[in-house]
Nanobody, 116 residues
């Protein structure tokens, strides 16, 4: 099994920045990709960004140029740097690990609120 713990959420003004972290533990060898998703009230959970073991990244169109996903394999941690935040970025952000053995594992989520 893989356990994920997110941190770094909070309240930020429009145009501001936040960096989310996701620390992974457990059976790491089978993980082939990590991702961030988000879910706003009344909406479905959606993919924000993903990074493979090889370092390839993928972004949703609505965050391209503003968000950057990265990973530190020495710390088993994935980051989401969020810049130029907008009110519509307000959501609970979830970390996800994709494993060839266990399928998907999810963190508990961290709230991001963008408001003046």
């Amino acid at each position: 099994q893989v356990q994920l713990v997110e941190s770094g959420g909070g309240l930020v003004q429009p145009g501001g920045s936040l960096r989310l972290s996701c620390a992974a533990s457990g059976t790491m060898f089978s993980i082939y990709a990590m991702a961030w998703h988000r879910q706003a009230p009344g909406k479905q959970r959606e993919l924000v960004a993903a990074v493979s073991n090889g370092g390839s990244t993928n972004y949703a169109d609505f965050v391209k140029g503003r968000f950057t996903i990265s990973r530190d394999n020495t710390k088993n941690t994935v980051y989401l740097q969020m810049n130029t935040l907008k009110p519509e970025d307000t959501a609970v952000y979830y970390c996800r690990a994709l494993s060839s053995t266990y399928g998907s594992s999810w963190g508990q989520g961290t709230q991001v609120t963008v408001s003046s």
